[in-house]
């Protein structure tokens, strides 16, 4: 399975935290350390959109719409990264994938879905 496998979606509530998980598999973890990472999302219409990135020395950026609310995270002994996401929004309503940063991308995850509703 030459391809990450994300969790920890759900559905929230506005004002609630989700925390996500990513792992490479077995297939691909020998590219995960020196790798930045990044946690992307889609919306139903609307591009792909990276929204977290953290790099092999964890560098961290953020897209401005999560900055203080969203924290990336990675584990390089369990070959993880994790986006911790608090206050969450409606507007962070999405499927939320993960991948390396550098080109070529892995092949893509089936994600796991976001969703934020009162």
């Known amino acids: 399975q030459a391809q990450p496998v994300e969790s920890g979606g759900g559905l929230v509530q506005p004002g609630g935290s989700l925390r996500l998980s990513c792992t490479a598999t077995?297939?691909?973890?020998?590219?995960?350390?020196?790798?930045?990472m990044g946690w992307y999302r889609q919306a139903p219409g609307k591009e792909r959109e990276l929204v977290a990135s953290?790099?092999?020395?964890?560098?961290?950026n953020y897209l401005d719409a999560v900055k203080g609310r969203f924290t990336i995270s990675r584990d390089n002994a369990r070959k993880r990264v994790y986006l911790q996401m608090d206050s969450l929004k409606q507007d962070d309503s999405a499927k939320y994938y993960c991948?390396?940063?550098?080109?070529?991308?892995?092949?893509w995850g089936q994600g796991t879905q976001v969703t934020v509703s009162s």
């Open positions: 953290i790099s092999s020395s964890f560098t961290t």
């Open positions: 077995r297939a691909i973890s020998s590219t995960f350390n020196p790798a930045t």
């Open positions: 991948n390396k940063i550098e080109q070529p991308p892995w092949n």
